[in-house]
């Protein structure tokens, strides 16, 4: 087993303006939605490849910018299914999970 088999990617992204209740637009992500336009885009980056997910990767995104309680969502590339890698389904699924 190479040296590369055992290493697994893991990044944390802080939104200190990503609001961290449900009240996600869908249609401004880079607006009022505390640019979570750029946590989207680190999602991306982290998770897909051009033919897939990478498995070895784990992405935690801390939402610190309130109403309420701050909030950390952890994606995990060797679980994650049914996630397109577009902006507006990934912005959707944060949603949803809040």
């Known amino acids: 087993m190479a040296w590369a088999d055992c290493m697994n990617r893991r990044f944390a992204i802080i939104g200190h303006l990503a609001p961290s209740s449900g009240k996600l637009n869908l249609n401004d992500l880079a ?3 505390g640019r979570m336009d ?7 980056s982290v998770l897909f490849v051009s033919h897939g997910i990478r498995r070895d990767s ?5 939402l610190c910018g309130g109403p ?6 952890w994606f995990n590339g060797e679980r994650l299914a049914g996630v397109r890698p577009d902006e507006r ?3 959707g699924q944060i949603k949803a999970i809040l």
């Open 31 to 33: 607006g009022d939605s």
């Open 38 to 44: 750029v946590l989207i885009r680190a999602i991306n």
């Open 58 to 62: 784990d992405i935690i995104l801390h």
């Open 68 to 73: 309420g309680p701050d909030r950390r969502i």
């Open 89 to 91: 389904s990934i912005g």
